[in-house]
């Protein structure tokens, strides 16, 4: 339903600078928390992406509770309603600062999905709630005070707000306070924010009569609009939930099937918030024609790409597909929406369909999908959406479109699981196996997301023979090779991430190994379909949980274990856990660690050079880091089911290192001083950017 005419009624810059000022501040408030409450609980569930998703479920639920709430109290009249939100603003200060508790730090076996709701609804729920009821509440005491046709471009100035905060989170704030001042930081821009709530209230509330007086010289026929029908609503809902769930479902795939490069999820995101500032900006900035045409050429072109693992021509590709799509979703919103007397029910269905969009793919996906085929199903989607949308030769274009998309997204989905042995998901991804002949000999990989795990040679002759990431000319192949050599009795191991268990394989009797696994669908599934840990010749011990919190448990409950040999190598794909190679984690590893034992930290990696940082670590706890890097010729027969690999040893034992095997690989690494050792509160992946 489209907006009815309203008189133009000329308001004072002055005026309505109370009202922009709040909802300026309340947006961008709303998206600064998001990367500041992320940051500190996603080591706390392994740092993997799902985290981030289940985290934008809250928000979103959040958004959509606070756009109910602005709706339900419109109807109890301006007083009421100005004196309930005072009360609550109020009483959110006693959340503050914003910053969760130890005890929400997960135990291994909880739910994750339900803890991370729990913890964020505990820690931030009341002040988010309120931040995300003021955009449309505040627009709503807009209108009811000057009956002009502003209120929708308030809405454009909110999300320039929460772009700016998005982008500058990790360019001005993170390189320059950590977390605690970070809190403490928004904390104090919060209480500023409920003061000048409270003064654009005090404000509405005083000149309310003056709405009522310009309400009562409208006409009967302009003063009472026409509430949306149910068609309408539907609609607003349909369209906001595409937009959510192209947002996630591209940034499902391009992070976790393309590149986990750092901050790309900002991207997504950053397209996203500015669909709706041009959308709700102007009606210049939304080309209906132009919009439609790109999307009838880009979605097809997304689907046939699905199986692309090409981070330059990809990852634009989705990019802008991703903008297209939203601008037209949001377009269509705009053309839709309804005159300001009802902006309260159309913002709350926007949100509802933005809440439902995100449970959509970050919930029900992961539970009832086998693999990531959300993006395939949201494109045949919005291929449909766009038939309905169109009208004339332009519906039957659109039709062919959506022809097209739906062969390119089942095709993909075949392909993505065709000749696989496995394939599972859980809370931390998608774990796939499958044989490939190799060198005359059958080889299985596990993989997690797009990255391989580990595998194993299928030939009993071969099977017990380390190979991938772990051969005998990797860091851990030599290693262990020196080991054997200079302390022949028994040594106890900890690896943090088990994959296929491939480390298993270096294990002698009367050694002891365990190994920390946060997924247990990857234990699950390394114990059917490979046979390291139970052709091991050590005793194996195999603990859920991630790695770090796990060894914190440990060390308060039964004191140090005392490794010789402690792996680190949790990294799922490019994807890097920031809390494994910080200075606090640095210290853990330290006090498990037996006086002469060593650290491998796991270094191949793509985008970020890992090596300086753990190298910088090291020297501050007084040990020597060397990095050993693996080429195999692939034109040797063990070449084919060998991978490239960087491999950090970490280690006091000078001795150790200079033994042959170890010498003959290992490249000092160099110290780089202009880069700060990377702590819990403070670190930043721009200053290893490759």
Request: proline share 5%; net charge positive.
């Amino acid at each position: 339903m489209a907006a009815a005419a309203t008189p133009v009624v000329t308001v004072s810059p002055a005026a309505v600078a109370p009202y922009a000022a709040t909802i300026f501040l309340s947006a961008f408030l709303l998206f600064l928390v998001q990367p500041i409450i992320a940051r500190q609980i996603l080591p706390w569930f392994g740092g993997a992406s799902s985290v981030w998703t289940t985290c934008l479920v809250f928000f979103q639920s959040a958004l959509l509770a606070g756009y109910a709430y602005a709706d339900a109290t419109t109807r109890l009249g301006s007083r009421r309603q100005t004196i309930l939100h005072a009360a609550l603003l109020l009483a959110s200060l006693a959340a503050l600062p914003i910053l969760a508790a130890e005890t929400w730090k997960p135990h291994g076996d909880e739910a994750p999905v339900a803890r991370i709701l729990l913890l964020l609804a505990a820690t931030i729920g009341l002040p988010y709630f309120l931040l995300a009821t003021t955009t449309p509440l505040l627009q709503s005491w807009y209108w009811r005070r000057f009956r002009a046709v502003v209120p929708y471009r308030l809405f454009a100035l909110s999300n320039l707000a929460s772009l700016l905060a998005l982008l500058g989170f990790p360019v001005l704030a993170e390189p320059w306070l950590d977390l605690t001042q970070l809190g403490y930081a928004w904390s104090a821009l919060y209480v500023a924010f409920v003061l000048l709530c409270l003064y654009t209230g005090w404000r509405s509330l005083a000149a309310s009569h003056e709405g009522e007086r310009l309400a009562a010289g409208e006409s009967a026929a302009a003063a009472r609009v026409a509430p949306p029908g149910a068609g309408a609503q539907a609609l607003w809902l349909a369209l906001a939930a595409m937009g959510s769930v192209m947002l996630l479902a591209v940034t499902n795939h391009v992070t976790q099937n393309i590149a986990s490069v750092p901050f790309l999820w900002v991207v997504p995101l950053s397209l996203y918030l500015l669909t709706f500032i041009l959308s709700f900006d102007h009606p210049r900035w939304y080309l209906r024609w132009l919009f439609f045409a790109a999307a009838l050429l880009l979605v097809p072109a997304m689907a046939a790409n699905i199986a692309s693992l090409s981070l330059h021509t990809a990852v634009p590709l989705y990019f802008a597909g991703l903008f297209v799509a939203c601008m037209v979703c949001h377009g269509e919103l705009v053309r839709a929406k309804p005159a300001p007397e009802h902006l309260t029910r159309f913002y709350l269905m926007l949100s509802l369909g933005g809440a439902a969009g995100a449970v959509l793919v970050a919930l029900v996906a992961p539970n009832v999908l086998s693999g990531y085929f959300e993006l395939n199903i949201a494109l045949v989607l919005l291929a449909l959406l766009l038939v309905l949308q169109l009208r004339g030769a332009a519906r039957w274009a659109a039709l062919a479109a959506a022809a097209v998309t739906a062969w390119f997204a089942v095709a993909a989905a075949i392909d993505y699981g065709a000749g696989k042995r496995v394939m599972e998901r859980d809370f931390y991804g998608v774990v796939r196996t499958h044989d490939r002949e190799a060198g005359g000999v059958t080889y299985r990989a596990m993989l997690h997301g797009a990255i391989m795990h580990g595998g194993q040679l299928t030939d009993p002759r071969y099977r017990g023979q380390p190979a991938d990431y772990f051969g005998p000319n990797s860091g851990y192949g030599r290693l262990f090779a020196a080991l054997n050599d200079a302390r022949p009795g028994p040594r106890r191991v900890g690896i943090v991430g088990l994959g296929a268990g491939v480390v298993a394989a270096y294990g002698r009797a009367g050694d002891a190994m365990t190994f920390y696994e946060i997924s247990p669908k990857v234990i699950e599934i390394e114990r059917r379909e490979f046979t390291f840990l139970r052709d091991s010749k050590a005793r194996i011990e195999v603990v859920v949980g991630d790695g770090r919190l796990s060894l914190e448990k440990e060390l308060k409950a039964s004191g140090p274990r005392g490794f010789d040999v402690l792996g680190i190598d949790a990294f799922a794909g490019d994807s890097v856990p920031m809390h494994l190679i910080t200075r606090e984690a640095m210290a853990l590893y330290v006090r498990h660690l037996a006086p002469d034992g060593v650290i491998v930290f796991q270094a191949t990696n793509r985008y970020v050079e890992l090596a300086p940082v753990i190298q910088r670590l090291a020297a501050e706890q007084g040990m020597r880091a060397r990095l050993v890097s693996d080429w195999p010729d692939e034109q040797e027969g063990v070449g084919y089911w060998m991978s490239a690999t960087d491999q950090v040893l970490v280690t006091r034992d000078a001795k150790l290192l200079a033994h042959p095997r170890i010498l003959e690989a290992a490249e000092r690494i160099e110290e780089r001083f202009d880069l700060p050792t990377f702590t819990d509160a403070r670190h930043n992946l721009f200053r290893i950017l490759k």
